[in-house]
């Protein structure tokens, strides 16, 4: 699984955006089961929000962009 858009439902809070819910993934979409990891990260040039997940029994790893409010799916984990 390559570093690729994706459609992410969200929470919704008072700051907006505020974690994910569900993400569409091959054309399915699959619930966030759990939230294993979230962090705030500074590349230099963004700022992106890191959350690794727990969804269809995967273990993935979802990134948005701040600035530009885009969803990305990373390499998928093994299972822990």
């Known amino acids: 699984m390559s570093r ?11 700051r907006g955006e505020q974690r ?3 993400l569409e993934c091959e054309g399915q979409w699959m619930l966030v089961e759990e939230i294993l990891e979230e ?3 500074w590349d230099g040039e963004r700022i992106w929000r890191r959350f690794r997940i727990r ?3 995967r ?5 948005r962009d701040e600035q530009g409010g885009v969803w990305f ?6 299972d822990a």
Do not use: I, K
């Open 4 to 14: 690729a858009p994706v459609r992410v439902r969200t929470y919704s809070g008072y």
């Open 20 to 22: 994910p819910t569900a």
């Open 39 to 41: 962090a705030v990260e």
């Open 55 to 57: 969804a269809g029994g």
């Open 73 to 78: 799916l990373g390499e998928e984990e093994r």
């Open 59 to 63: 273990v993935l790893m979802l990134r």
